[in-house]
């Protein structure tokens, strides 16, 4: 009698692989476009944009490290959202998305802290201080960089899902402190120089960031496509080996 046994396969995930030439080309031409976002956001930064009269030409890093740190902060939300779709679906799509966001928000978020001590050192005379600001954070930094640590070493994948989907909605407090840190408290950070009653900046400063800012924008999108293509495919594979020792067709793994 044949064997009619089957494998569930994780949920969320296909037991074939998803018709993706319209995704691979859509994705394509984001890249092709973020590419090209960059590099004029970069000649206005480094080139159009006038020298500040303050702190001069190590003003222009504040086009790279204020992008920056939104994409973090879009990042993290992402992981918040998504973190909150897989308790609540554990669907292995919502746990890519935020497994996904969390790297690319820690990436953004060093970048983040390296272009502050970059400026620092000439402007406030140290590489860091232990400012509200600038430990709040390092403190969201740390906060990610174990979010991902305790996928790697949880004893199962879906205990490390799980784990870290909590984690990223505690994590994510965190987010709006370092936002309003220069509200709150006393600290050597600057202040905002763009908020609701305008911009405090002239305007060709003022095109050079938001160009900027939709660049770093389109590159994250860009990052997330990629990256969570990879880790779907990742999933794809593993859920195939477990079909196979499933069925004997390989030994098991460990």
Do not use: C, N
Request: aromatic share 14%; net charge positive.
């Amino acid at each position: 009698m044949a064997d009619t046994r089957t494998i569930p396969t994780p949920a969320g995930l296909p037991r074939t692989a998803p018709a993706s030439g319209l995704i691979e080309k859509l994705t394509t031409i984001l890249g092709v476009l973020t590419l090209a976002a960059m590099a004029v956001a970069a000649y206005l930064a480094l080139v159009y944009a006038p020298r500040d009269a303050l702190t001069g030409q190590v003003q222009r890093i504040f086009y790279f490290h204020v992008p920056a740190a939104w994409v973090g902060f879009l990042a993290f939300f992402v992981v918040f959202i998504a973190s909150i779709g897989y308790l609540w679906r554990r669907s292995t799509a919502w746990d890519a998305v935020a497994r996904s966001s969390s790297e690319i928000g820690l990436l953004f978020t060093t970048i983040m802290l390296v272009t502050g001590s970059i400026w620092g050192k000439p402007v406030w005379g140290t590489w860091w201080s232990w400012d509200p600001k600038l430990t709040t954070s390092l403190i969201l930094w740390f906060i990610y960089l174990g979010y991902l640590m305790l996928r790697a070493y949880a004893p199962t994948r879906e205990q490390g899902a799980r784990y870290a989907a909590v984690l990223g909605i505690i994590g994510f407090v965190d987010v709006p402190i370092v936002y309003l840190a220069t509200t709150w408290w006393r600290t050597l950070h600057p202040e905002a120089v763009i908020t609701p009653d305008g911009a405090a900046m002239d305007p060709r400063m003022l095109l050079a960031f938001l160009v900027s800012l939709g660049a770093f924008t389109l590159l994250y999108a860009y990052l997330m496509l990629r990256r969570v293509r990879i880790e779907r495919l990742q999933e794809r594979v593993e859920a195939l080996e477990d079909e196979a020792v499933y069925e004997g067709r390989v030994p098991g793994r460990g």
